[in-house]
């Protein structure tokens, strides 16, 4: 094993170029396990720490672009007012040890369908800048899971960065496990209303073989809300709406049956976790959600 | 490979370590420093905890190259880290309340002289967090400890007044299968009031 540790962000494109059997390691998080473990013999570790732009992050007008290295300790310290939904996820990533670490970039780069922040990316919308020695492209994060545990990068590439939409609505995310920590999830979900486009996204986690999006059921809750003229009035969201959107989401997934739960149990989750999502989300834009604690105090 | 960091405030230098060694292995077998254990090798259970340019980190899942110039704290320096920053920061429990330790403290951080050795551990004198879990009985087996240990000194850093929400939230990442907690949250809620009580004293 050959260990490479490029100073520079041009300097780890042109190793990954030359050694595209490298395996990038960042917070070394998931790459370490699978070392420890002996599940893995990488010919070429590629140490990103010492690119030091990779932790950094900018928010713009339109866009957070988030380094790829930057831990989720700083995403839910740094960026929840931009980014609630990734901010949420991030803090049920497994321990404070673990989210000193880990960040988004290697999240996307093992593509686990149970990666806590694909939800959360999935439902505010997203693109993922991955660069290498021929150039960068921003890939749209929902053409970037190709499969269980894989994406849409070429061996030379590296993921340099995620463009998210800053929130113009409230976002949840939702998270099933037998712990309130160090735990992965069983399935998840994601939800960011968007009412500067009358658009709501979903995200769903561990109940497919790749992170995915409820299209069906955003159509109808953005179709529903749009007839009612719910994002004017305010009104609640009446149940048989809810439920059905909840139904809708469960029918996009295509879970299986693990040790941590069965597919039976999932696609339930899933509904659970629609339906509360919806909840919170729209009160928190009616003005009464618990996500704006000045609105309960002057309440 | 050959790996040159810092360590509880020394320089070391380790020699042949394999490109996918953990920062724990070369702590433990390669720089005689077994206080941070080897338990799950997979970031569950916290027991390999150590500083990282000032920040808390399963050890394990430090690939050893990645350490090449930064500054590691293990519980073995853990003491000695308390007592100069009870020093430098005027507060007694070592729990500021300033957000952590900077990288720049943490490299400006020396050890004390050999004798009060911060290489063993072994030194008379304990950080207030260590003497807090022997009076509160908050060490069983032992095995967890450590990684306890520089979690929740962590902890009453950046918080000197933690929540029971704050301590479970800080101490999340660290196992313990023998004391079912209780005592060792008593033992934090200690080392918090002894550190307010310190610096009550000083009229701070």
Not at chain 1, 180 to 200: E, K, Q, S, W
């Amino acid at each position: 094993m050959d260990f490479l540790r490029p100073a520079s962000w041009e300097e780890a494109l042109a190793a990954k170029a030359e050694h595209p059997t490298a395996v990038p390691i960042a917070g070394g998080t998931d790459v370490m396990v699978e070392i420890n473990f002996d599940h893995r013999r990488p010919e070429y570790l590629l140490d990103l720490n010492r690119v030091a732009e990779l932790r950094e992050w900018e928010v713009g007008e339109e866009n957070v672009r988030l380094g790829a290295s930057v831990p989720y300790t700083l995403i839910m310290e740094n960026l929840r007012a931009e980014l609630p939904g990734l901010a949420l996820a991030s803090h049920t990533v497994a321990s404070p040890q673990i989210r000193n670490r880990g960040g988004v970039g290697g999240n996307l780069g093992t593509a686990s369908p149970a990666g806590d922040a694909h939800p959360a990316l999935l439902a505010a919308g997203a693109e993922v800048e991955v660069a290498s020695v021929r150039g960068t492209r921003f890939i749209p994060i929902d053409d970037f899971y190709t499969g269980v545990k894989r994406n849409a990068l070429a061996a030379d590439e590296l993921i340099r960065a995620v463009h998210i939409k800053k929130a113009a609505g409230p976002q949840q995310f939702s998270k099933v496990g037998t712990r309130n920590a160090m735990v992965i999830a069983v399935c998840a979900f994601g939800l960011a209303l968007h009412p500067d486009t009358r658009t709501v996204r979903t995200g769903i986690g561990s109940a497919a073989p790749t992170p995915v999006r409820a299209r069906e059921a955003e159509e109808f809750l953005a179709a529903a809300l749009e007839e009612g003229g719910f994002w004017e009035s305010g009104r609640t969201v009446p149940p048989s709406v809810a439920r059905q959107f909840a139904e809708l989401a469960a029918g996009a997934c295509n879970p299986i049956d693990d040790v941590r739960g069965s597919a039976k149990y999932r696609r339930h989750a899933v509904t659970v976790m629609a339906r509360r999502t919806l909840g919170w989300t729209w009160d928190e834009y009616r003005g009464f959600g618990r996500a704006t604690e000045g609105n309960e105090r002057c309440a | 490979m050959r790996v040159n960091f810092t360590v509880n405030g020394r320089p070391h230098e380790a020699d042949d370590v394999w490109e996918g060694e953990s920062l724990l292995y070369v702590l433990r077998e390669r720089l005689g420093l077994p206080g941070s254990k080897n338990a799950c090798e997979q970031g569950e259970c916290g027991s390999c905890t150590v500083r990282l340019d000032g920040v808390p980190v399963c050890s394990c899942l430090v690939a050893a190259g990645q350490v090449e110039g930064r500054e590691v704290v293990t519980v073995e320096g853990l003491a000695d880290y308390a007592k100069q920053r009870a020093e430098s920061g005027g507060c007694a429990s070592g729990a500021c309340g300033n957000g952590g330790t900077s990288v720049g403290d943490a490299q400006r951080w020396q050890a004390e002289p050999a004798g009060t050795d911060s290489q063993t551990g072994e030194q008379g004198e304990l950080a207030p967090i260590q003497q807090a879990f022997i009076d509160a009985g908050a060490v069983q087996c032992g095995f967890c400890t450590p990684g306890l240990l520089v979690a929740a000194d962590e902890l009453l850093e950046r918080n000197a007044e933690p929540t029971d929400a704050d301590i479970r939230e800080a101490l999340s990442g660290n196992l313990c299968r023998c004391t079912g907690y209780e005592k060792i949250l008593d033992a934090v809620r200690l080392a918090a009031a002894r550190g307010e009580a310190a610096t009550a004293g000083q009229g701070a």
